[in-house]
Structure formats: structure tokens, C-alpha cells
């Protein structure tokens, strides 16, 4: 069995999902790639570490069955309710009850809302803010959010006397503190945590603390365990995140970082953020996803019967629950290397569902920073129990988004360690795509190397770098042009997990660096190496890495890997009457498999130089550039140039190998390269025929950000461009001033530029 050697791409959809920052789903599309690939209909597939619902419903979708499991009960409480969203109706209905209530003798949504009770700045009436805005260094709210009925006053004022002393009402360690202290980190066994979950109870500010424990008694003292109450455990979880100190301001660009606060930080109204959330899940809530079963104990009775379940489990105990050897594919997002997400997981997740529930995620709480070695040794041991469970042709893929490069590098050591060979690792930006098989025999392998290999008398050390170079210096010459390090980064480090090396150096003892640390210093000692050349680049294009000896724009034996997928781009348009974005990533993809996986960005400027939607989101290669109508143009655009050439008293002819120059006398003073694609590599080839010559690459004004693209990426061709004084025209202004009934070299210098000066509002071709 083949592995899926290319990137499977997926659609995004965690924005505006409870808890978005704690989940790294698998992403939309992508399972339904490796379910189809790897399994037939009927059979089962195993999901650990379940985060999202896509994955679920694309299984079930293909008629296979699922079993989709995770030990964070706050992640399947999601899940399960994402899953089964209730009725609109019912929901209204559910939030409609425990507003109305009784909290001393009020409507409970009244007595919240009395809680950031404040005065209008215009009209002085009583009025309800909307939010209040903290400053972290000052630990006091500094301005209000408010809408005022009475004289629609809309906006943020400062804050007053009285908002201060409102606040002080509600102590800071009252009753509803000790509540969930208690409820969060039970005595005597919580004793050791209780100093953690302290700090972490400290991002509510104690008017939220008390609202949101409000809440919590209400939802279950009003609704028995059930669909009502986990619907609105999950409206409630979402108050719990948006309601803390970690929140920024609606307008700022801050991103949250670990579990500090941002300068200045949000304090929502409890209650108003709880029917926000409510609006928002149900514009959210898909179709309740039918067949699943509530219990796993009756999902195993039901056999082949059984579409799937969703539920807390532990990876250990997956091998009482299946048999050995049983699985063809187990699909799986893993767990972040991210403390802040563990503890906040706990935290809401003991918050909601008691702390016996959260007890699996008792030992992530007391990781306070992100341990890749730690990591590593953890998911080497749930890796061994997952690989026992495959078939020898079965396939284990890790399906990891938006992670950092240390992660993989974790993961990769644990499968060593598992003893589970790797068949195949893609990288695309942030995303990757790991596949591992069980490392029994060759044959059973398809070819993928084993993780145990024999010993070598070269150092352990001296093998990384030598394999890292070689990895390296063959992804580079395979892609033909400057490559970014996280291309080069997983390229070397599947080459390594293939030679078994991480796990040697996790069973060799030694003193020194540990594992991890031991082959990433390797690693970087080979790129360090004169064997390599690192690009400067500028602050929105990453750092990339080129072969010594290769010159500024010299290229390798094969195109460069821009060209090619813009090819490939072009071909998949032309070879369909209409796909989806995702359709064409995919198939994109499918052409670059491993380490010549394109750039996203790549392929998304692709597409949009090339197709149109003639219907919203469907995609289809644009009119004027099937191959006759560009073909056609090109021959006219030539026959503009050497026109114009005439008109500015040039002797102007096709000049082998550029398409049209113009020549005074025997000195060739322009030459022009028209072509249709944005060929930037390819004129630049010929830069050393230029013979003095000023160069042009004509294109149509489709491919102008596309040139831009590749331009910004490659550094060694910007300072091609730079060198020989290369400028770019696009065809219409070609156009433009052959229409014009006088023409002179200033004319000519108007339409020259990605951004040509004729563009500009300010500006316009001259007329004569």
C-alpha cells in the first residue's frame, strides 16, 4: 500500500468554535482523503485525541465507522455537543429558563447584569456596560463599554468613583471563590495543586468570578445531566474563556501569549457574553450527525452495527477495548506541546465536569513550560499502544496544524521509540502531515525504511550532520531554488527518523545534551557548513537556504519549484470545467509530493492569477488564458513591440532568443521576453545574452502578483533584476501605447513596474 506522500490540505474553520486555542482539529477534507485511501466501507477507524467534529462526520460520511475517543472530558464535551447541537428552539427555550430564574428574588439575567450596572457619560441615566477595560499594571478598570437606551449614547468613556466601588462589593475570595477552589482542586488530594489553580483563578476578576460561578450552580441545579445541561456547559465554557483576563481588546491585533495578560484586557458582562454565545452556537450548530451511541460499552456490543461514538477514554486502555493487530487506520490530531492549553484545559474542564473527570490531565497541569523531551517520552509510550493495534499494512497518521517545528521533532523521537517506521512526512508552512506504519518487515513497510538500523562506527553526532547535509543539499537541487527552513527542517528530520537516529540517540548513553537537543545542534552544525549559503530576507519572507557555489541567478538541472506549480496551477484549471479552492489545492498538491510541497501561498496566488468564480466558490480557469487566446495575444503584444520600436526610431526585429528588440545601428539598445506565464526564471536565464542591452519581461497584468510573489521569495532573482536593470510591462499598457497617436520614451517609462506609474490615480499615459 502507497503511502499519501503529498500534503492533504483542509479547510479552516476553528475561528469562532468554543475554545478555539486549545483545539487543533483535524482540519475540514483531509480525513475523508486518508479513510477513502486506507480503509473500505464498513470498517472501523480509530480516532485518539479527537478535538473537532469534522473528523466524525467525514467518516461516517464515507460509511465507515469511527471511534473517536480523548482523555480531556472539556474537548469531548465540544465534540459531543458539536456533534448533537440541540434544537434552536430548545436552546432559547433552555436559555430562556435560567435567565428568569430566581437569584434574591430577581430574574437571575437581571441580578448579573446589575453586577456592571454604571451612569451614561451623556445623559447621567443608570445603564449596563458591555465590557470593561483593565489596565495590567494599574490592576483596575480604566474605561467602560456601554450602549445607553435612553439617549443611544455608543461607546467608551472613562471610568467613575462609583464603577470602582461597585466593583470593591464583590470580594476578591468570598463564598463562589472557595466554591470553585474546592470544586476545582478538592481537599486533600488537591492540595499540591491548589497554589496552581490559584494563579489561574486569578484571570477572572472577582465580579466575573462571581457571575460565572452564579451560573455554574444554576445550570445544575436547574437541568439534570443531559443534552440540556451539556449545551449549556458549553455556552458556559465559552464564557469561561472570553470572560478571563486573557481576552484583548475587540480592536487589538495581540494574540494571546501562554496564560499572561495583554496590556489591556477585556472584563465582559457575564451575562451578555452568555447569550452572545448562544446566538453564535447556533449560527454555528450544524446538523445533529445521526448514529451515533451514547455509550462506549454498548458501541462494542453493537459490532459492525454501530456507526460510532464519542467519548473520554485514555490511549492505555485502547488495547482492553480492540483487539491486536485489528486496525487499518488510525487517524489522529495529538495533543499540543502547549502548557498554557493544558492547564486551562483542566481548569474549566474540573470547573464543569469535577475534578474526577479532569484527573487525566492532573499531570499536564504541573508542566509550567512546554518539555519536548517530556513530550516525547509520554507520546512513545501512547504511540507504542496505537502501533500495536495496527495491521501490519496499516497506516498511523498524525494530522498536526499550526504547530511548531519542536513538536514534530518530539513526535518524531516517539515514534523511534515505538518502534514505528515512518512512511512519509509533508510540511506546509505550519502544518504537516505524519505518516508511521509498524516497523515489522520491509515488505510490510512499502518501502518506507526501518527505525532500527544496524550500528555504525561513525559517531553518532558526525552521522546526523552527514545525513542532515545530504538530506538538505537533495531537497534544495529538488526544488531548484532557495528553500525556507521549515522545508528543509522536515525534509532532514524524516531522512533522520528514517535512519533510526533520534531513538539511538534516546538509547545510547551518554553525557552531554539531551536527545532532542543533541540532534538539533547537529542539525544546525550541518546547515552552518560551507556546503550552504543563508539568504538575507526581509521581514515578511522567512530565512532561506541555498547550495554554495550556485551562482546569483544560475539554476539547477530542473525548473524552479515556482514555475512548476504555477504549471501545475495553470494544468489543473485547464483539465476541469469547475472545482472547490480545496479541490484545487488538493490536486496541486498531489503533483509535489514530500519535500517539494509548495508554499500555500504559492498555490493560493496561483490560483487567483489564473481562475475566476463564475459561480461563488466554485472555481474555473479564466477565458483569455486557454492556450489559443494567449498564444494569440503573445504574437500581438510582439507585433506592438516592434511597432513601437519603429515610432521611437528604432530599427526594431525578433532578436533570437528574446522575442523583440530594438537596435540603433549594430548596438542592441531593449530587449523584450513576452510570455504569458510569469517566466521570471526563465528570462532571467538570459541575462548573460543581454549584451548591454536594457531587458524587459512582458506579461499580462494577471501575473503581476504572481511575479511579485515570486520575486519577494527569492532573493537570489531580486538581485538578478537589480544587476541587469530587468523591468516588467504588462500587456494592456503595451496596448495602451500603441493606441496612442504619439509616442516617446518618456511614455514608455510610464508603463514600466508591477506598479506602473499610469496605474497611480494621479497619473495617466500622456497624449501627444
Not at 480509530?46 to 473528523?55: D, H, I, N
Not at 436547574?222 to 475587540?250: E, H, I, M, N, Y
Not at 491486536?324 to 483542566?346: E, G, H, K, V
Request: with cysteine.
Amino acid at each position: 500500500m502507497e503511502p499519501i506522500d503529498y500534503f492533504v490540505p483542509g479547510e479552516r474553520g476553528r475561528e469562532n468554535a468554543v475554545v478555539s486555542h486549545l483545539r487543533w482539529p483535524i482540519p475540514v477534507g483531509v480525513a475523508q482523503v486518508y479513510v477513502e485511501a486506507y480503509t473500505a466501507p464498513g470498517e472501523l477507524v480509530l480516532v485518539p485525541y479527537c478535538q473537532g467534529p469534522a473528523v466524525v462526520r467525514e467518516i461516517i460520511a464515507a460509511r465507515r465507522r469511527v471511534l473517536a475517543l480523548n482523555f480531556d472530558p472539556l474537548l469531548v464535551l465540544a465534540v459531543q455537543a458539536e456533534l448533537s447541537p440541540l434544537p434552536a428552539r430548545e436552546l432559547d427555550a433552555a436559555v430562556a429558563r435560567l435567565g428568569d430564574s430566581l437569584k434574591q428574588g430577581i430574574p437571575l439575567r437581571h441580578y448579573l447584569e446589575r453586577l456592571y450596572a454604571t451612569t451614561c457619560p451623556a445623559c447621567l441615566r443608570p445603564v449596563v456596560a458591555d465590557y470593561f477595560i483593565w489596565d495590567r499594571d494599574q490592576g483596575t478598570p480604566v474605561a467602560k463599554s456601554l450602549r445607553c437606551g435612553a439617549c443611544a449614547w455608543d461607546g467608551r468613556a472613562a471610568v467613575e468613583a462609583e464603577d470602582l466601588e461597585r466593583l470593591a462589593q464583590t470580594p476578591a475570595r468570598g463564598m463562589h471563590y472557595h466554591y470553585i477552589l474546592d470544586r476545582v482542586a478538592p481537599h486533600p488530594e488537591g492540595d499540591a495543586l491548589r497554589p496552581r489553580v490559584e494563579m489561574l483563578l486569578e484571570l477572572y476578576s472577582s465580579r466575573n468570578l462571581y457571575a460565572l460561578a452564579e451560573l455554574s450552580l444554576k445550570i445544575e441545579a436547574l437541568f439534570p445531566a443531559g443534552p440540556l445541561q451539556r449545551a449549556l456547559k458549553v455556552l458556559l465554557l465559552d464564557c469561561l474563556d472570553r470572560c478571563s483576563a486573557l481576552a484583548p481588546l475587540p480592536d487589538s491585533m495581540a494574540r494571546r501569549r501562554g496564560l499572561a495578560r495583554p496590556g489591556r484586557y477585556l472584563e465582559r458582562n457575564v451575562w451578555r457574553t452568555f447569550e452572545e454565545a448562544a446566538s453564535r452556537w447556533q449560527a454555528l450548530a450544524g446538523r445533529p450527525l445521526m448514529g451515533l451511541i451514547d455509550s462506549l460499552a454498548e458501541f462494542q456490543a453493537a459490532g459492525e452495527a454501530g456507526a460510532g461514538f464519542v467519548g473520554q477514554a485514555l490511549v492505555r486502555d485502547l488495547s482492553r477495548l480492540l483487539p491486536p493487530r485489528s486496525m487499518r487506520l488510525i487517524l489522529t490530531s495529538p495533543p499540543p506541546l502547549d502548557s498554557a492549553a493544558w492547564s486551562l484545559s483542566y481548569l474549566w474542564g474540573a470547573w464543569l465536569l469535577g475534578a474526577e473527570a479532569a484527573e487525566p490531565l492532573r499531570p499536564l497541569l504541573r508542566q509550567r513550560t512546554p518539555d519536548p523531551a517530556w513530550y516525547a517520552r509520554v507520546m512513545a509510550g501512547s504511540l507504542r499502544t496505537l502501533g500495536s493495534l495496527l495491521r501490519e499494512e496499516g497506516r498511523l497518521v498524525l494530522v498536526l496544524t499550526g504547530q511548531r517545528p519542536a513538536l514534530v521533532e518530539a513526535l518524531l523521537l516517539a515514534a523511534g521509540q515505538a518502534r514505528l517506521g515512518v512512511a512519509a512526512l509533508v510540511q506546509c508552512g505550519a502544518d504537516y502531515r505524519l505518516e508511521l506504519t509498524p516497523a515489522l518487515r520491509p515488505e510490510a513497510l512499502g518501502g518506507a525504511l526501518q527505525t532500527v538500523v544496524p550500528a555504525s562506527p561513525e559517531p553518532l553526532e558526525a552521522q546526523v550532520r552527514r545525513v542532515a547535509t545530504e538530506a538538505a543539499v537533495e531537497t534544495i537541487r529538488a526544488r531548484g531554488e532557495p528553500t525556507p527552513w521549515e522545508s528543509l527542517h522536515a525534509a532532514i528530520y524524516c531522512r533522520l527518523a528514517e535512519a533510526g537516529l533520534p531513538a539511538r540517540a534516546a538509547e545510547t548513553e551518554r553525557e552531554g545534551p539531551a536527545p532532542l537537543d543533541l540532534v538539533a545542534q547537529a542539525v544546525g552544525a550541518a546547515l552552518e557548513s560551507p556546503a550552504f549559503v543563508l539568504l538575507p530576507a526581509d521581514g515578511q519572507v522567512e530565512k532561506l537556504w541555498w547550495l554554495a557555489g550556485w551562482g546569483q541567478a544560475s539554476l539547477p538541472q530542473v525548473p524552479p519549484l515556482s514555475d512548476r506549480v504555477e504549471e501545475a496551477a495553470w494544468q489543473v484549471l485547464h483539465d476541469a470545467l469547475a472545482l472547490t479552492e480545496a479541490d484545487f489545492s488538493r490536486a496541486v498538491y498531489a503533483r509535489f509530493p514530500g519535500r517539494l510541497t509548495p508554499d500555500a501561498a504559492l498555490v493560493a496566488a496561483c490560483l487567483a492569477s489564473y481562475g475566476c468564480q463564475p459561480t461563488p466558490g466554485y472555481w474555473q480557469l479564466r477565458a483569455e488564458d486557454l492556450p489559443q487566446a494567449r498564444q494569440g495575444e503573445r504574437r500581438a503584444i510582439i507585433e506592438h513591440l516592434l511597432a513601437l520600436g519603429r515610432r521611437l526610431g528604432y530599427q526594431a526585429a525578433p532578436w533570437e532568443p528574446f522575442d523583440a528588440a530594438w537596435f540603433k545601428g549594430a548596438e542592441v539598445c531593449t530587449a523584450f521576453v513576452v510570455r504569458w506565464r510569469a517566466a521570471v526564471g526563465e528570462a532571467l536565464a538570459l541575462s548573460d545574452r543581454l549584451q548591454g542591452a536594457t531587458p524587459y519581461l512582458v506579461v499580462p497584468g494577471g501575473r503581476a502578483a504572481l511575479v511579485s510573489y515570486k520575486l519577494a521569495h527569492n532573493p537570489l532573482w531580486q538581485q538578478a533584476v537589480d544587476q541587469a536593470g530587468w523591468g516588467f510591462i504588462k500587456y494592456r499598457h503595451v496596448r495602451q501605447l500603441a493606441a496612442q497617436p504619439e509616442v516617446d520614451e518618456y511614455a514608455l517609462r510610464t508603463i514600466v513596474g508591477l506598479d506602473p506609474i499610469v496605474e497611480r490615480e494621479t497619473a495617466q499615459i500622456p497624449l501627444f
